[in-house]
């Protein structure tokens, strides 16, 4: 008997829920499906996307998840990279007499001199007692060799890291820097040795680089997943972190710095290192109309093309189910004042034609990024807390709505939309993009911050 072919996925044919493919069984469809924690690079022409061990409904398999993909949309499976659980992460969580997860999370993966590295994520039902390992290979399909430990964490003790989702940047003079943590006390950093990928120092956890507020004595929630990247244009280091429960509120938060050891500055000039929460918080659950919204976004992956253009990878979990989890990748682009904003839809390769004053008037659903404190983590966290569009609409004679003295100026790429006598200026980013919820081919899409950086969202309607 033949083999089935694949199913290849197109724009068309991605939907928010996969109950017929979902299963380990279908494994060769799941294309964009059951993915989590995404970790993508560019090799040649094709991207590689590394993520934890998930799947809807069904026992997962341990050994972290690969697929490949040409366009960013349709994701072929390649397999695990891992025959089960690595041996000797398996072997430290045993020493301290717990029990591993039958599952590895958070991979991070990156490529040094012919070397491709895969970092893993160890934990168990023991609180804090987690590892995070680093295997080699010389493709980035494998196999992998697995080479050590690079930093554990074990319950007790004065510092309460929890070694899981590592991230490592390397700086234009070649030191690597680690990043990684997930609740307790936050994000911690330490040096890598280059040659061998591991801890300059052996049995270094680091120092602490970032944490949550706190409110009335409760963690306002969780922070984890930190991406570290070096933007050469803008000479600086960003740290995208995680905040809140994985399957409601989880949200994307930014900081940046000038050195890689930090410290890391949010929007207002705070250092994300002290008992305050951070913006812009750039990506949260959102729902435009005609669509049950999505959740859970965040945990990211930040990879960019050969032309430098930057991309953020995550899952999304759909409103009306979210236990199901969908790969997104949009694309990012950057203020004239260095922050990262993204796309309010997922990359479709759409067509980038010129968009003039003319083609900007009319309809939009916009969204304005607030946030609720909900102290707490997976208990007390139990709704998404969606960001909801509401209507925008953009004059011919250069007002908005029915405002006369709500404008709005366009400089491409830059539209400004400038709200009472300037107490609230959008500078939003245009482009065109798919209108995924309408099943439009394109449309004009919006993307910024405002003067409090609080971020906005928009899409043309009609």
């Given at each position: 008997e033949e083999p089935v072919a694949a199913k290849v996925y197109t724009v068309d044919n991605i939907t928010d829920t996969y109950y017929d493919v979902a299963g380990v069984e279908n494994v060769a469809n799941w294309g964009p499906y059951n993915v989590h924690d995404p970790s993508v690079i560019k090799v040649g022409t094709t991207y590689y996307c590394y993520n934890t061990d998930v799947s809807f409904g069904s026992d997962v398999r341990p050994g972290i998840q690969i697929r490949k993909s040409e366009d960013l949309i349709n994701w072929e499976w390649i397999g695990w990279a891992f025959n089960g659980l690595p041996s000797k992460g398996a072997a430290y969580i045993r020493s301290k007499g717990g029990t591993p997860f039958q599952a590895l999370w958070a991979p991070y993966v990156m490529k040094v001199g012919d070397e491709y590295r895969l970092y893993y994520s160890l934990s168990s039902s023991t609180g804090r007692l987690s590892t995070m390992g680093l295997a080699t290979s010389d493709s980035p399909e494998g196999p992998w060799v697995e080479k050590d430990l690079v930093v554990s964490s074990e319950p007790g003790g004065p510092v309460q890291t929890n070694a899981i989702d590592p991230s490592v940047v390397v700086t234009p003079a070649g030191e690597h820097w680690f990043y990684y943590g997930s609740a307790y006390d936050g994000i911690y950093k330490l040096k890598l040795n280059p040659q061998t990928g591991l801890a300059a120092s052996p049995g270094d956890t680091g120092s602490r680089v970032a944490q949550r507020g706190f409110?009335?004595?409760?963690?306002?929630?969780?922070?984890?997943?930190?991406?570290?990247?070096?933007?050469?244009?803008?000479?600086?280091?960003?740290?995208?972190?995680?905040?809140?429960?994985?399957?409601?509120?989880?949200?994307?938060?930014?900081?940046?710095?000038?050195?890689p050891d930090g410290p890391f500055y949010d929007f207002n000039g705070l250092d994300i290192n002290t008992e305050e929460d951070n913006g812009p918080m750039i990506l949260a659950p959102y729902r435009f109309d005609e669509h049950s919204g999505w959740q859970g976004v965040s945990h990211p992956g930040v990879f960019k093309d050969d032309s430098g253009q930057y991309y953020m990878a995550h899952q999304g979990r759909p409103g009306?189910?979210?236990?199901?989890?969908?790969?997104?990748?949009?694309?990012?682009?950057?203020?004239?004042?260095?922050?990262?904003?993204?796309?309010?839809?997922?990359?479709?390769?759409?067509?980038?034609?010129?968009?003039t004053d003319t083609d900007l008037v009319g309809n939009y659903e916009q969204i304005i990024f607030g946030y609720t404190v909900t102290p707490g983590y997976a208990d007390e966290q139990r709704y998404p807390d969606?960001?909801?569009?509401?209507?925008?609409?953009?004059?011919?004679?250069?007002?908005?709505?029915?405002?006369?003295?709500?404008?709005?100026?366009?400089?491409?790429?830059?539209?400004?939309?400038?709200?009472?006598?300037?107490t609230f200026v959008d500078k939003l980013y245009v482009e065109r993009g798919r209108d995924w919820e309408n099943e439009v081919e394109s449309t004009i899409l919006l993307s910024g911050l405002n003067n409090e950086g609080t971020a906005i969202w928009g899409k043309k309607i009609n």
């Open positions: 409110t009335n004595g409760i963690v306002n929630g969780n922070i984890e997943g930190p991406e570290v990247i070096y933007n050469e244009d803008q000479n600086k280091y960003y740290m995208f972190i995680a905040y809140d429960w994985l399957q409601t509120k989880y949200n994307v938060r930014v900081g940046r710095s000038d050195t009306e189910n979210s236990f199901f989890m969908v790969l997104h990748v949009r694309k990012i682009h950057w203020t004239e004042d260095g922050w990262p904003i993204v796309s309010p839809e997922r990359f479709a390769d759409v067509a980038q034609t010129t968009i969606f960001q909801n569009s509401i209507d925008l609409t953009l004059n011919a004679d250069g007002s908005i709505n029915t405002n006369a003295n709500d404008v709005w100026s366009y400089d491409a790429p830059w539209l400004t939309l400038n709200f009472g006598d300037g």
